[in-house]
């Protein structure tokens, strides 16, 4: 058992593992961690953070700008995935636009050139090794990047060298890759027979190949619980990603975990402070998925004041609080795991 497993109790008590640092600290004081990270973010980043509004065209907040272009999402797979994961369920591919040949994807992408997209996120359902099946798509993507010039961020579950290699010579922006860092996890709710040494050496395969990588990590994946998330840290840590994703569960109605509850803001923000220590170069971002509401206004200010480089549809909270604390703020259609260009983001 890992130090979050046996931490998830220690929340009752108000505690919980300080992985960096080898002690455990109070949440109650984490405004302290808060703190020393965002001087880190700011130290290495500089004070400013990017707000981002995938697939946007009109928001009703008069905080955000309107912005040029979008940035759909794409499955590859339509609405399948054969592993249908508890928190998921295929559920999260419904909202995405079908294209499962490649001259489907050709044809889509086009569409979204012609009405001034900016780019897409190519996704899917995964194979029962928990591969989306992208190979089959390679001459197509191929022509995406080259004949369209679009922002291409392709979402693959595990991979190995031979399909890295194929999608760093198509001109792919980056492939992006959740890490679990339990194998309870990994057979109990992704459904999946594997273990985390499969998801390790899908990232040795990303970075041997040398294609821009961004791997994402799904807080309270373990029906709400931290499990695994500091491994998957530490895993992620051992290898040089462009950047980092947080993402947090949430429930999903009609999934086998709609009734779950999210972890507190607080541990989220406490797992975003751990990486940041561990991780101090690394530009890191909160994604897409996660609670709505109390819970997101919450982390997102706790966030913010924890240096994070960006954050995906952020709340109004967000956008006053990095008022407050003076960042330069900008804004951008595009996917978070752009947040990797944070050195060249003007």
Not at 16 to 40: H, K, P, Q, T
Not at 134 to 160: C, M, R
Request: proline fraction near 6%.
């Amino acid at each position: 058992m890992n130090l979050f497993e046996t931490g998830w109790e220690n929340l009752k008590s108000g505690v919980i593992y300080g992985a960096a640092r080898g002690r455990f600290v109070n949440l109650e004081g984490i405004e302290d961690a808060v703190s020393r990270a965002g001087e880190i973010s700011w130290r290495n980043f500089g004070k400013r953070i990017r707000f981002y509004f995938p697939g946007f065209t009109h928001h009703r907040s008069k905080r955000i700008p309107r912005l040029d272009g979008f940035f759909p999402s794409i499955s590859i797979t339509g609405s399948r995935c054969f592993l249908n994961c508890k928190h998921c369920g295929g559920r999260l591919l419904q909202a995405m636009i079908p294209a499962e040949s490649p001259e489907r994807l050709l044809e889509v992408c086009s569409e979204i050139k012609r009405r001034g997209g900016v780019g897409c996120l190519i996704s899917g359902g995964c194979s029962v090794d928990g591969k989306v099946p992208v190979k089959p798509f390679i001459g197509a993507l191929s022509e995406v990047k080259k004949k369209l010039g679009l922002t291409i961020f392709v979402h693959t579950g595990l991979i190995d060298l031979e399909t890295a290699e194929m999608l760093r010579d198509t001109g792919v922006d980056a492939v992006l890759i959740d890490i679990i860092g339990s194998d309870e996890t990994i057979r109990e709710v992704y459904r999946l027979d594997a273990t985390t040494r499969d998801f390790e050496e899908s990232l040795e395969a990303l970075e041997e190949s040398g294609v821009p990588f961004v791997p994402h990590v799904l807080v309270g994946l373990h029906y709400g619980r931290l499990r695994g998330e500091l491994e998957a840290l530490r895993m992620i840590s051992r290898h040089r990603p462009s950047a980092l994703i947080l993402i947090v569960f949430f429930p999903i109605r009609g999934t086998a975990m709609e009734l779950v509850k999210p972890p507190p803001p607080k541990v989220v923000v406490k797992v975003l402070t751990e990486a940041r220590f561990m991780m101090p170069r690394v530009p890191m971002a909160l994604g897409c998925a996660r609670p709505r509401g109390k819970h997101q206004r919450e982390t997102d200010v706790l966030a913010v004041r924890a240096g994070i480089n960006g954050i995906a549809f952020p709340s109004d909270a967000a956008i006053s609080e990095a008022k407050n604390v003076g960042l330069e703020i900008s804004f951008s259609p595009l996917c978070c795991s752009q947040i990797m260009e944070i050195t060249r983001l003007n």
